[in-house]
């Protein structure tokens, strides 16, 4: 059985972000660790044939709200970027560069300050220099960064990712799956811990 | 400002049958009386031109683990009937009958009954003499049942009930419109809590 945790997510999905802020230390508290990996929802929800849900305008109204309110009954500062909602593929490439270049650890710090500073703090890291930024405050050469992302090999690597998690039962974001169990949403936190408490217990 | 709150669910729902057990409980902790609407989920998703989550296999595959997941954690009986999924449209033709012959409470018991013969003892409600059952177990006549549920009137009550949910902006079950906001889920009833408990604290 993988002890690990992977923890799904699309840069762009406020939700994500949500779970982003919980996930390690709701693993951490039964003695789990939580990989972390990029996927583009569009590219899911093109295989499922679901609209996304700012393309359903009776929906997106009620997810704007859903977003705030939920924001507020957890406690977590939110803040939509300017141009919200868009598709977001270069930090994930990002990512996946940093992870290779630089190891998973600062790969996962990565993407938790790029979820702070897109949603937490509003700032839109679809803009490159935001994006760039992020990564030099933790040690990574711009330059190099700027060449990773537009690598064929990242490129293929993210697209496979995701064929590689829709095998795994991936069809939204955030999505977690543990040992063989799957969660769907950052409303399905409480199934996970659930989860992972009787499974502690059991061993 | 309307004091009540108003339920919407389509039978077929299994997430529905879950909040039904739930929604008068929570409303009345908060001096809240529920008015229960069936709506079908089918003409709601046509509008939206979202699938139904059975259409999708990938994602029909979690729902159903996550149904039965849902179930354990908050302690509530869930067998399927036989056949399920499916379409369930004259229990809601039924209970609109009811309504208009023999009051609110009736209708609203009549509706409970439903979801728990259909989700909590399996028993398949889309069968008419299932359905007779249930209505006639409350004094209503069966024969004058029968005959309401073919009433064009009744059909056309349905049909516009859905289209007036849709315009208060509901486009998924179950859905609950308390004042002005909408929470859509049984994964939402917290929310719902929450705004509750801090509307009356408000007043």
Redesign the interface.
């Known amino acids: 059985m993988n002890q690990d945790i992977t923890f799904y997510f699309d840069f762009a999905s406020p939700y994500a972000y949500f779970a982003a802020t919980r996930i390690d230390k709701l693993a951490a508290a039964h003695g789990r660790k939580v990989r972390w990996m990029p996927v583009l929802l569009g590219a899911l929800r093109q ?5 996304l849900p700012v ?2 305008p ?2 997106w ?2 997810v704007q ?2 977003l705030l ?2 924001a507020r ?1 957890h406690g977590l500062p939110y803040r939509q970027p300017p141009g919200f909602p868009k598709f977001l593929i270069d930090p994930a490439r990002a990512m996946l560069w940093i992870r290779r270049e630089h190891g998973d650890e600062l790969a996962t710090a990565f993407a938790r300050n790029c979820f702070g500073a897109n949603f937490g703090d509003g700032v839109d890291i679809g803009d490159a220099e935001v994006l760039m930024g992020i990564a030099s405050a933790l040690g990574v050469d711009r330059a190099a960064l700027a060449a990773g992302i537009k690598e064929p090999a990242i490129k293929q690597q993210l697209k496979e990712e995701g064929e590689q998690a ?1 095998r795994r ?1 991936v ?2 974001v955030p999505f977690v799956i543990a040992d063989e169990e ?1 969660f ?2 950052f ?2 936190l ?2 996970l811990q ?1 989860y992972l408490k009787q499974s502690s217990a059991g061993q």
């Open positions: 295989e499922t044939g679901s609209p393309e359903v009776i929906k109204q009620y709200k859903d309110r939920s009954l829709m039962g069809f939204g799957a769907w949403g409303d399905r409480d199934h659930a």
